[in-house]
């Protein structure tokens, strides 16, 4: 089955570092979904690209968080300094926007201590 | 903007017991509707959706739900619950040109023996 690959898939960073989290999706998929994770928000979207084009990304902190995609194989969400509050885990999904067969997946773990 | 309503955040129910999780949306446009499920410390998986043609869809796994645009819900049922099918359990709505994915808050199934 084809997949969607997060790396890495833990992170434990010091508040004030940069993280970068990656996702490739799968081959051919033109929308890609950036979540995020936690007990108190459960999940909330924080970008959304059609064909490499970011539609909505309202929903991301702007100051530190940014997110891309520099080739059709390859999303990134950075945050850039990271805070405790960042501490969630992080999930990519992507999918054809006729079907709308979205596949996520497995997540990346961020801890900022 | 559309969104999702999970009632319950948790059902217990012990094993081969019937089951429905409810989920209502807001959008009174045409919407299309998903359940996904989330086992885990993994990813969310697709477990049913509604786009358009029968109100009642049906996933491998013995799972069905029912689009009731007079009642705007999305209510996902099994007639017989397993211990393998505690889980957390997200309804989910993409409205519009933009199809952008939004969730509800989740529902935690507990199966016992």
């Known amino acids: 089955d084809a997949r969607v690959t997060q790396t890495p898939r833990h992170k434990v960073t010091e508040m004030g570092q940069e993280v970068t989290m990656r996702c490739q999706p799968i081959l051919g998929h033109n929308t890609v979904f950036w979540y995020r994770q936690t007990m108190m928000q459960g999940l909330e979207l924080l970008a959304y690209f059609r064909n490499r084009a970011p539609l909505d990304d309202s929903g991301m902190p702007k100051d530190r968080f940014s997110a891309e995609m520099p080739d059709a194989t390859l999303a990134t969400l950075k945050i850039q300094p990271s805070e405790p509050r960042d501490s969630a885990v992080y999930f990519c999904?992507?999918?054809?926007?006729?079907?709308?067969?979205?596949?996520f997946g497995s997540g990346t773990r961020l801890t900022v201590v | 903007a559309q969104s999702v309503t999970q009632l319950d955040s948790q059902v217990p129910v012990f094993e081969e017991a019937p089951v429905e999780l409810r989920c209502n949306y807001s959008?009174?446009?045409?919407?299309?509707l998903f359940w996904y499920v989330q086992y885990p410390n993994q990813g969310l998986q697709l477990l049913l959706k509604y786009l358009s043609g029968s109100t009642l869809v049906e996933s491998i796994n013995g799972f069905e739900a029912e689009f009731n645009k007079s009642q705007t819900s999305f209510h996902l049922r099994k007639p017989s619950v397993h211990i393998s099918d505690t889980a957390e359990y997200f309804c989910a709505v993409t409205q519009g040109g933009f199809q952008k994915l939004v969730f509800g808050t989740g529902t935690r199934l507990l199966v016992s023996p």
């Open positions: 959008s009174s446009v045409s919407v299309y």
């Open positions: 999904a992507s999918g054809l926007v006729h079907d709308r067969n979205y596949t």
